[in-house]
């Protein structure tokens, strides 16, 4: 009932910027957060940054100051600004969104497909 479509993402050297997006739609009730994640090889997935419909964030200190979330609520969609990227940041980021549908119990989260970003030194 929830899609998300990623898009941005690629390759940077080190110091270099990007701009991730991702938009949802379906038949969604409401969007109670939208936010990114990020896995690397042979690590756990870990928070980057959330938002939630109200505008509180929450962002992992690995990328507060250069990391930045925002939302246009009217279009479904949250982007993530990365700035003065390091290659430690070097991982496959996805989108979720924690979303109300006509038929959830509960509010559920939904995946993104994934984007790769690769920081080169």
């Known amino acids: 009932q929830v899609q998300l479509v990623q898009s941005g993402g690629g390759l940077v050297q080190a110091g270099g910027s990007l701009r991730l997006s991702c938009a949802a739609s379906?038949?969604?009730?409401?969007?109670?957060?939208m936010g990114w994640y990020r896995q690397s090889p042979g690590k756990q997935r870990e928070l980057v940054a959330t938002?939630?419909?109200?505008?509180?964030?929450v962002s992992a200190d690995s990328v507060k100051g250069r990391f930045s979330i925002s939302r246009d609520n009217a279009k479904n969609t949250v982007y993530l600004q990365m700035n003065g990227l390091k290659p430690e940041d070097t991982a496959v980021y996805y989108c979720?969104?924690?979303?109300?549908?006509?038929?959830?119990?509960?509010?559920?989260?939904?995946w993104g497909q994934g984007t790769q970003v690769t920081v080169s030194s």
């Open positions: 979720n969104v924690v979303a109300v549908t006509k038929t959830a119990i509960k509010p559920t989260g939904y």
């Open positions: 379906g038949s969604f009730l409401s969007i109670n957060a």
């Open positions: 938002i939630t419909s109200g505008g509180s964030i």
